[in-house]
């Protein structure tokens, strides 16, 4: 743990995926785009991290590069490994936001740091408290033929959660989408997100008539700033409601807790900006009597297992992950071997570090040059 890092690598990447998704605040086609870090060792044992920010949700990838790039890269250089702890705190004061950014140096250092020492990360962050964590689909496709050929492929994968993007369409859209999964896919548990696509006015009554069909959850129905808004409809649904673009970290889920907006929270280390912090938020919600999902952004098999070690770590997520893009939505992940997602489940690698490393050939492939210094 006292070797000096000396190498921080980084590739901007455009990864090809398979299908249009329409969110309540925007829409993927064509390619998302992410970030990845190699830290290197004086030993010659690498770590990886990887960002995936989404524009319109936690920033944009030029950012995050730069923020990496510019601002991060200085403190990192020629620090111990030990110093973990250390080089994140200056990371979190060099630079505001860019939580992506601070989540791909928080990654790769502590697969660097499993590396080298032999450990799995979830072993760096408090051991196992379970083996595999259970997985949801999003479906989020403006053509529900397509949807229905993933529900068929998910179904026969063993899959049996799925999460229903709303509020990109008319309600009318939405109403037919979760009639058609109650009455052709009833073995799914069914959970919706709007990702805030709905107005304030009116957004009351849309929920209410979701909340009739029974999901598991409801999640950010409205914007994040509209905390009263979340309250109200909290109070007036029978269904738990989640909170995810108004929770960033945990000093939002203090306020979360404090205004009594939600039941739940979902969990992702891209708006935390470190599986330390995002435990942390998972923690206060279980606390104060409130669940956590594994949630995700647009990301590839790096981020996935990022994700995962730190929920297979966390007895408080305890709502399942959502870690599906490497399998169903990317055109190609870029590990080395497949994430591993089978029979409907995560199982976590207990290798040391995140267990599975990037495929530098893909990285080079996929990498595109955006007028950005080296």
């Known amino acids: 743990?006292?070797?000096?890092?000396i190498g921080f690598d980084l590739w901007y990447l455009s990864l090809p995926v398979v299908s249009a998704r329409d969110h309540g605040i925007g829409r993927v086609d064509g390619a998302c785009e992410v970030i990845v870090l190699r830290l290197t060792a004086e030993g010659g044992e690498t770590g990886w991290g990887e960002a995936s920010p989404w524009v319109?949700?936690?920033?944009?990838?030029?950012?995050?590069?730069?923020?990496?790039?510019?601002?991060?890269?200085?403190?990192?250089?020629?620090r111990r490994v030990s110093d973990r702890d250390a080089i994140m705190l200056d990371a979190s004061r060099a630079v505001a936001h860019c939580t992506e950014?601070?989540?791909?140096?928080?990654?790769?250092?502590?697969?660097?740091?499993?590396?080298?020492?032999?450990?799995?990360?979830?072993a760096l962050l408090g051991g196992k408290c379970r083996d595999s964590i259970p997985l949801s689909v999003s479906l989020a496709n403006p053509d529900f033929d397509q949807d229905r050929a993933l529900l068929d492929r998910l179904?026969?994968?063993?899959?049996?959660?799925?999460?229903?993007?709303?509020?990109?369409?008319?309600?009318?859209?939405?109403?037919?989408?979760?009639?058609?999964?109650?009455?052709d896919y009833p073995d799914f548990a069914v959970r919706v997100d709007f990702n805030q696509g709905l107005e304030p006015e009116g957004a009351l009554q849309r929920v209410q008539d979701i909340a009739g069909f029974r999901p598991d959850f409801i999640e950010q129905p409205v914007r994040a700033p509209l905390y009263d808004l979340m309250a109200e409809i909290r109070r007036a649904i029978d269904v738990p409601l989640l909170a995810d673009e108004s929770v960033f970290g945990p000093e939002d889920m203090a306020r979360a807790i404090r205004e009594g907006i939600c039941d739940g929270v979902s969990v992702k280390i891209m708006k935390s900006g470190s599986m330390a912090r995002g435990q942390a938020v998972a923690n206060m919600a279980?606390?104060?009597?409130?669940?956590?999902?594994?949630?995700?952004?647009?990301?590839?098999?790096?981020?996935?297992?990022?994700?995962?070690?730190?929920?297979?770590?966390?007895?408080?997520?305890?709502l399942?992950?959502?870690?599906?893009?490497?399998?169903?939505?990317?055109?190609?992940?870029?590990?080395?071997?497949?994430?591993?997602?089978?029979?409907?489940?995560?199982?976590?690698?207990?290798?040391?570090g995140?267990?599975?490393?990037?495929?530098?050939?893909?990285?080079?492939?996929?990498?595109?040059a955006k007028g950005l210094a080296a």
């Open 155 to 183: 179904q026969a994968d063993g899959v049996r959660i799925v999460k229903l993007k709303t509020g990109f369409r008319d309600h009318a859209f939405d109403l037919m989408r979760l009639e058609a999964l109650a009455r």
């Open 354 to 368: 995140l267990g599975i490393r990037p495929d530098v050939d893909k990285l080079n492939h996929y990498g595109i």
């Open 286 to 318: 279980a606390a104060h009597g409130l669940g956590a999902y594994g949630g995700d952004m647009f990301e590839a098999g790096l981020a996935h297992l990022a994700g995962a070690h730190m929920i297979v770590a966390t007895r408080a997520i305890d």
């Open 1 to 5: 743990m006292d070797q000096n890092i």
């Open 101 to 122: 950014a601070k989540a791909a140096l928080d990654t790769a250092l502590l697969d660097l740091e499993g590396r080298i020492s032999g450990q799995p990360v979830h």
């Open 320 to 352: 399942g992950c959502e870690f599906y893009q490497a399998r169903y939505y990317l055109a190609e992940d870029i590990l080395e071997t497949p994430f591993p997602c089978d029979g409907g489940r995560v199982q976590v690698p207990d290798g040391p």
């Open 56 to 78: 319109v949700f936690t920033g944009s990838p030029e950012a995050t590069y730069a923020a990496l790039n510019r601002y991060i890269r200085p403190l990192v250089l020629g």
